[in-house]
């Protein structure tokens, strides 16, 4: 199960950083700004939770959408809020229809109930191993 999940992961990912590199963007840091576009002010611990991400990788993933000018953080007493600049969420919308292509293109290669069921079963067992 580990070589055949690290095997997809890669697989994946590969197709996913195609997909958003259409905008420039790595497939993590496509999937940062629209966890922030949905829910601005979020906190970094809860966008590493999301993502599944530590926190070190997500402060760095912020930082550099930060300096790319589609995140900006705002520090509210000891806590620490990420909210989306407008050139961030002018990208929202090509985001979701990316996030549909990718959908659609692995769904075209397992078929709709086949793709559905794996992430279903995935996501799963990724609890229950947690």
């Known amino acids: 199960m580990y070589h055949s999940a690290n095997a997809l992961s890669r697989i994946m990912t590969k197709i996913s950083d ?3 590199g259409a905008i420039g ?3 993590s840091h496509a999937f940062l700004l629209m966890t922030v576009n949905e829910k601005q002010g979020i906190q970094p611990t809860e966008i590493s939770e999301q993502m599944q991400l530590t926190p070190s990788t ?3 993933l912020v930082e550099k959408m930060e300096y790319r000018g589609y995140l ?3 520090s509210m007493g000891r806590s620490t809020e990420v909210y989306s600049t407008d050139a961030g969420l002018e990208l929202q919308a090509r985001l979701k229809e990316i996030w549909q292509g ?3 293109r692995y769904t075209t290669v397992l078929g709709k109930e086949a793709a559905e069921q794996l992430t279903t079963d ?3 067992a990724s609890q229950k191993l947690e």
């Open 18 to 20: 195609e997909e958003f």
């Open 25 to 27: 963007l790595s497939s």
């Open 102 to 104: 990718l959908y659609k």
């Open 72 to 74: 900006k953080r705002e």
């Open 58 to 60: 997500v402060t760095r």
């Open 122 to 124: 995935i996501y799963t």
